[in-house]
């Protein structure tokens, strides 16, 4: 296991009990209590969580793992819907992508199509992607593509998620249309509906949600049937899920009842 390995697994093994102690992180590491004690160290260096005479607890009182620190959880299946809800994009399109880090593999693997690779029209400046987005990391590493036009939100940074929200980013979505939205979600339930942990996050993505012709969930299956505090839109305003084969045709009926077309890959 390598150290960034390690230290996802600490700060994933955080959030799931609330604090840690050396011993038993170490037992579920398999390495050595110092190791753990120096990674606990180099961990609150970072100011990612709070070292205690046993072991650690969470910095401040609300405790979301960074984005960074999240784009390894379930890598393999993100990898697998990224390229599911790229090949659902269509040249010349404008399409809205949220933050999290299943919207940003999206990002990149649109980035490394062929088709897209030169503008979509006969017009020099004819863009082969409009890319509206609040999310600063997917941003930077769109805007060094010259066939992509990059329309970036306003609004306040959320270190955990790069992304931007508020009145400021709001005012700017509220004036614009897109074809198609991507969107990243914490919860999606077919009773309850697509659903994020943080209200301002889903304030951006209701908006986004609302502005587009098209909707699609881009979510792994752990995801699905669970809800979170701050619900983005309801069901039946979602065209498309996109998700892993980890989700049963059981799990699957309630989606496509409520009019949701659903892709397993």
Known sequence: MTRKERWQTLLDLLVERGELEVEPAAEALGVSAATVRRDLDQLAEQQLLVRTRGG????????ELPLRYRTSRRAAEKRRISEAVAALIVPGEVIGLTGGTTTTE???TLAGRADLAAPAGPAAGSPALTVVTN????AGELVIRPQFKIVLTGGVARPQSYELTGPLAQGLLGQLTVDTAVVGVDAFDPADGAATRHEDEAAMNRLLCERARRVIIAADSSKLGVRAFARICATSAVDVLVTDTGLSDAGAEPFESAGVEVVRV
């Not at 650690?56 to 405790?63: D, E, K, R």
């Not at 999310?135 to 997917?138: K, R, S, T, V, Y």
């Open 135 to 138: 999310a600063l990391n997917i």
């Open 106 to 108: 999206v990002a990149r």
């Open 56 to 63: 650690a607890v969470p910095h401040g009182v609300s405790y």
